[in-house]
């Protein structure tokens, strides 16, 4: 399975960025998505994740701000991104499981190339 994400970028506090990660390969091992994040010095940490199903899971730092997706049909994961915060400068990445959730680092499988957000004030 390979994922490539895309749509990171620099934007302002309070800002807005939709990423999109495309998966192609072994689709059948696709089940569960998510997106990571990581700074510097800092540990991997889980943003959202979304079931095949749509079932969703929100960090408590994103939520009401940040909204997980998948479109089933293309493959495609996403990741829509308001009001953004200097805390969310990261590089953020794609990851998916053929387990029904994702939960923690060790039900990931598979793992994007990442991109970096950054977040001015």
């Known amino acids: 399975v390979q994922l490539v994400e895309s749509g990171g970028g620099l934007v302002q506090t309070g800002g807005s960025l939709r990423l999109s990660c495309t998966a192609s390969?072994?689709?059948?091992?696709?089940?569960?998505m998510a997106w990571y994040r990581q700074s510097p010095g800092k540990e991997r940490e889980l943003v959202a994740a979304?079931?095949?199903?749509?079932?969703?899971y929100y960090a408590d730092s994103v939520q009401g701000r940040f909204t997980v997706s998948r479109d089933n049909a293309k493959n495609t994961l996403y990741l829509q991104m308001n009001n953004l915060q200097t805390e969310d400068t990261a590089m953020y990445y794609c990851?998916?499981?053929?387990?029904?959730?994702?939960?923690?680092?060790?039900?990931?499988?598979?793992w994007g190339q990442g991109t970096q957000v950054t977040v001015s004030s």
């Open positions: 990851a998916a499981s053929p387990r029904s959730h994702i939960t923690a680092l060790q039900a990931v499988e598979y």
């Open positions: 390969g072994s689709i059948s091992r696709v089940n569960a």
């Open positions: 979304i079931s095949l199903g749509h079932a969703t």
